[in-house]
């Protein structure tokens, strides 16, 4: 049985894939939403899909300011912020040995800075009305490493403790970590080495709707506020990972 979601929440990479089919599933359980990516086009285009509770600004979760400027935008929109999806991640796997130092430095800066500026961005609002949810998605990668996901696997195994630290520092503030399994989304496509790539595009084929994540987002949202779903791992039923 699901709950109406009356809450204002804020959604980062919701351009496409885990980002965009949370904001659809959340609008259609009545969610007020301000969603924030790169591709301003995609984003339109879906606020206009949803009709007057979705918003949508521009966003690179990277920029500590544009993050803040984010958060604000979306309190003077619906008047609240409730709860922060920071979805916005990038998965470009290389080999130690390939020395992708930009490669690294730009993961490091969107899937661990981009979590940190979300929680900077919208923790003092939540420390003031005494109630929030951060819920951060991060990968089964932050349980395991395999050969190319060094990287990957330390920035996703960060997020799993940033998030739980958050949980333990704050007794009326909830913080949910989501870890996708195989999930067919847009994720690795900037993987430059061609046979990691082909690697990855062999595996979608068994990989999980972007929508089975959403819901698993939906669940830990509909929870009362005294419940804390601390975290939900959700895999593909015919994938190892």
Same mark, same amino acid.
């Given at each position: 049985m699901t709950r109406t979601i009356e809450k204002v929440v804020l959604i980062t990479g919701a351009s496409s894939g885990i980002g965009e089919a949370t904001t659809r599933e959340l609008a259609a359980a009545g969610a007020r939403l301000f969603i924030g990516a790169r591709r301003t086009d995609r984003l339109k285009a879906l606020a206009d899909e949803m009709g007057e509770n979705v918003a949508w600004r521009e966003l690179d979760v990277t920029d500590a300011n544009a993050f803040d400027a984010f958060a604000t935008a979306a309190e003077e929109r619906f008047g609240r912020v409730d709860a922060l999806v920071n979805n916005a991640g990038i998965m470009p796997l290389s080999m130690l040995a390939d020395l992708k130092r930009d490669e690294w430095k730009r993961m490091i800066d969107v899937n661990i800075h981009g979590v940190l500026n979300g929680i900077a961005a919208v923790l003092p609002r939540f420390v003031a009305q005494q109630n929030g949810h951060v819920i951060n998605v991060a990968s089964v990668a932050a349980r395991m490493v395999v050969p190319s996901s060094s990287v990957y696997s330390a920035t996703k195994h960060a997020v799993r403790v940033i %998030?739980? *630290?958050?949980?333990? +520092?704050?007794?009326?503030?909830?913080? @949910?970590?989501?870890? /996708? *399994? @195989? %999930? %067919? %989304? +847009?994720? *690795?496509?900037?993987? @430059?080495? /061609?046979?990691?790539?082909?690697w990855i595009q062999q595996s979608m084929p068994t990989g999980q709707s972007p929508f089975a994540i959403a819901r698993a987002i939906r669940y830990a949202l509909e929870q009362p506020d005294d419940v804390d779903v601390s975290e939900l791992v959700v895999r593909p039923t015919a994938s190892p990972l």
């Amino acid at each position: 049985m699901t709950r109406t979601i009356e809450k204002v929440v804020l959604i980062t990479g919701a351009s496409s894939g885990i980002g965009e089919a949370t904001t659809r599933e959340l609008a259609a359980a009545g969610a007020r939403l301000f969603i924030g990516a790169r591709r301003t086009d995609r984003l339109k285009a879906l606020a206009d899909e949803m009709g007057e509770n979705v918003a949508w600004r521009e966003l690179d979760v990277t920029d500590a300011n544009a993050f803040d400027a984010f958060a604000t935008a979306a309190e003077e929109r619906f008047g609240r912020v409730d709860a922060l999806v920071n979805n916005a991640g990038i998965m470009p796997l290389s080999m130690l040995a390939d020395l992708k130092r930009d490669e690294w430095k730009r993961m490091i800066d969107v899937n661990i800075h981009g979590v940190l500026n979300g929680i900077a961005a919208v923790l003092p609002r939540f420390v003031a009305q005494q109630n929030g949810h951060v819920i951060n998605v991060a990968s089964v990668a932050a349980r395991m490493v395999v050969p190319s996901s060094s990287v990957y696997s330390a920035t996703k195994h960060a997020v799993r403790v940033i %998030t739980d *630290g958050l949980r333990q +520092e704050h007794n009326n503030i909830r913080a @949910t970590l989501i870890s /996708p *399994g @195989t %999930t %067919t %989304t +847009e994720l *690795g496509h900037d993987v @430059t080495d /061609p046979n990691i790539a082909a690697w990855i595009q062999q595996s979608m084929p068994t990989g999980q709707s972007p929508f089975a994540i959403a819901r698993a987002i939906r669940y830990a949202l509909e929870q009362p506020d005294d419940v804390d779903v601390s975290e939900l791992v959700v895999r593909p039923t015919a994938s190892p990972l």
